[in-house]
């Protein structure tokens, strides 16, 4: 509570940031299985699209929030189609294209996991609930992009990417209702 | 109409009996499955829930009531947890989980069938939307996890379970809109 | 602006024939799946029904327009049952299956294309997010088909059809904006 403007103004720059971030890397590693699976241009864009902004649709649609955010601001398909591009063009140089993945999903679940459960507090969720979709938001983009890729998810293979996701939510909704500025909240539940 | 207030509390009791129940059984039947791909505890809780709250939250979407119910209370979760982790310590000693499975897909067939369709009565459906609505949430919770573990789902494999949960929602309908008390309706709906 | 009552009843019936046509294909494109995965009758109309209303429940739902149109009037669900009933009967007789199946798809792609970015515009879309939410619903079915028969989308190996539905979305939408009268635009928005 108790909150001014220029704060709210702050959050929601950060927010963004936050999110553009997430969504550049998820982007990425949609773009790296439609590499491993030797799609072409309009593939990349199509999985990084899914990939990027799959858990925040989903979140959005969850809260009651229409359109969601992919329809409401033209930056995030500039972000994805430009990641997707660029991977598209040096993936190949790429030496471990799986070892580059697994980075890019561990990122983007730290980004996700702290955004949507900040974005569910935000919206008036109960903390338990905020903990839920901050897990959502982080985990199914990538599980639509396995599944639509026709694969076992990623998320089912290494199961502690879940875990992490799931603590990097509460940690970050623990000390945020307990008061704790937003900044190093962020950093807290992002370093999990 | 005219219903007093305590036929509307033993209703919701009823129903929120009858939705734990389903989701009990359909938490099985992810946790089954999560069983036979050799996943972790983590596996197990994620693919339960994927089962347990899938049908009902497609149904929820549908309807425009956000958030869906297990965000609404933490009771689902705990239950479905509870299922996976029974399910992850027992199901090796389970003789043949397949049947197990079949059992555990007929049972929460019979039980969202009719709770789809009684939610979207109550929210003002017509009767045969109703009924379409019934088997929505009957059927894409288990949809849902065989997509996930990438296989062909259950439902096209054995698709008389698709028919019951069509007979099941439509006998319950129409016994309700003939204006029969709900328990009879109830029964004779998960009985077909 | 300045349309009239009649063409806005005009307009209505042109989209509900798009949108009966649209269904009608992408119904067909799905059966024809389920017959070359070799299901029985059930199967044809769900994986046709998947295919039919997959597009616009999500275009519908990222609009916040709930109940989808398939649970507003009963006439979607008869074509798209009949549809697949059709199939069921005729499709042994089909020389080429999978030729028919890219017809069907690449029509149905051409109309909600189209379908989807006007209702899109009618709802107070941007003219950029039109053009996404049109090739949003012109995918998104067949995708889940793919998806739920455990086949790599067809969208992802015939990525022209992606920059088919892209092209056919943006020339509406362009000739929509400048103030084109629909019908035209229509038509140069399908012929793409």
Same mark, same amino acid.
């Given at each position: 509570?108790g909150r001014c403007g220029i704060e709210v103004t702050a959050l929601d720059a950060l927010l963004r940031w936050l999110d553009l971030a997430g969504i550049a890397v +998820?982007?990425?590693? $949609? *773009? !790296?299985? *439609? ?25 959005? #649609?969850?809260? $009651?929030?229409?359109?969601? +955010?992919?329809?409401?601001? =033209?930056?995030?398909?500039?972000? *994805? ?7 598209? +063009? ?18 983007? #679940?730290? #980004?996700?996991?702290? !955004?949507?459960?900040?974005? *569910? ?12 979709? $901050?897990?959502?938001?982080?985990? +199914? $983009? ?11 998810? !990623?998320?089912?293979?290494k199961e502690i990417y879940a875990l992490a996701a799931l603590a990097g939510a509460a940690v970050y909704v623990l000390l945020r209702v307990e008061g704790v500025w937003?900044? =190093? ?8």
């Amino acid at each position: 509570g108790g909150r001014c403007g220029i704060e709210v103004t702050a959050l929601d720059a950060l927010l963004r940031w936050l999110d553009l971030a997430g969504i550049a890397v +998820f982007a990425a590693s $949609g *773009a !790296l299985v *439609a590499s491993r699976k030797r799609m072409d241009a309009v593939g990349f864009i199509l999985i990084a699209a899914v990939t990027g902004f799959g858990g925040g649709t989903l979140r959005d #649609l969850l809260l $009651g929030r229409t359109p969601p +955010f992919w329809l409401r601001d =033209p930056t995030w398909l500039a972000v *994805a189609s430009s990641v997707a591009v660029a991977v598209f +063009f040096t993936a190949h140089r790429i030496e471990s294209r799986f070892r580059a993945l697994l980075w890019a999903d561990a990122v983007g #679940l730290a #980004l996700f996991a702290v !955004l949507g459960a900040e974005i *569910a507090l935000l919206a008036g969720a109960r903390p338990w609930a905020a903990v839920l979709l $901050g897990v959502v938001t982080a985990t +199914f $983009g990538g599980v639509a992009r396995d599944v639509i890729c026709n694969e076992i998810p !990623l998320l089912l293979r290494k199961e502690i990417y879940a875990l992490a996701a799931l603590a990097g939510a509460a940690v970050y909704v623990l000390l945020r209702v307990e008061g704790v500025w937003r900044d =190093p909240a962020l950093l807290a539940g992002m370093a999990v």
